[in-house]
């Protein structure tokens, strides 16, 4: 079960790490990665409603695809500043090798099918990334 | 009546961000709606004008040009993702 959530307010890695195992003994592995604001403050827009939606569909990709144990996806909108925490996947599995691959496919589905836009404060919107696409397409099935 | 959300950029050139439309029945695709949207105002021209760089969705589904839009209640245009 990989749990999503969207919200402005912050969150704490170690806490929601620590959430995941609490009061288990089959994990045996635990990936987390953390999105950071780089630099530039910074707006982030979403679509209520779609966002939720595209979130828990990613994370029911991974489920399905994985021996996830639980997860926690979180993506933050409006207003950060340089050293925010934006974005965080959270992965537990029995051995390692499940925990990374679904953290690393999470996040690049994440950005690519997730309906968030940046906007860079002075810079105007971000555009989006060629190399993103790319991330995303190499966990496409034969 | 459909609603029809804009974001991002697409947001700031229409001047809106949803507006409750009255389809005509001609417009079965994306395609057809973006063409018909594109002629509502200069703001909509200006929002739509680069097509590979517009993305849909429809009842908040990603949807190609070519995907129906029939029967659909709510329809977003937006430029590509950049979450994460």
């Known amino acids: ?142 | 009546m459909t609603k029809l959300l804009y974001f991002a950029w697409v947001r700031e050139r229409v001047g809106v961000a949803e507006e409750d439309v009255a389809l005509p029945p001609g417009l079965a695709t994306v395609a057809d709606l973006l063409d018909w949207l594109a002629a509502r105002s200069p703001g909509h021209a200006a929002a739509l004008a680069d097509r590979a760089a517009i993305r849909v969705g429809v009842d908040q589904h990603f949807a190609g040009t070519g995907a129906s839009i029939a029967g659909a209640s709510e329809i977003a245009i937006f430029p590509p993702v950049t979450g994460g």
């Open chain 1, 1 to 142: 079960m990989i749990r999503c959530r969207v919200q402005t307010v912050s969150f704490d890695l170690g806490a929601e790490a620590a959430a995941l195992t609490a009061g288990r003994t089959d994990i045996g592995a635990v990936v987390t990665f953390t999105g950071l604001v780089r630099d530039v403050a910074m707006t982030l827009e979403h679509y209520p409603g779609m966002t939720e939606r595209q979130m828990q569909s990613v994370a029911d990709a991974a489920a399905a695809r994985w021996p996830v144990l639980a997860g926690t996806l979180i993506h933050r909108y409006g207003d950060l500043a340089p050293g925010d925490p934006i974005v965080l996947v959270a992965v537990a599995a029995s051995h390692r090798a499940a925990a990374f691959e679904a953290a690393s496919f999470l996040i690049d589905w994440l950005k690519t099918r997730a309906p968030f836009w940046k906007h860079e404060a002075g810079n105007g919107w971000v555009a989006a990334r060629a190399g993103d696409e790319a991330a995303a397409a190499r966990w496409a099935r034969p």
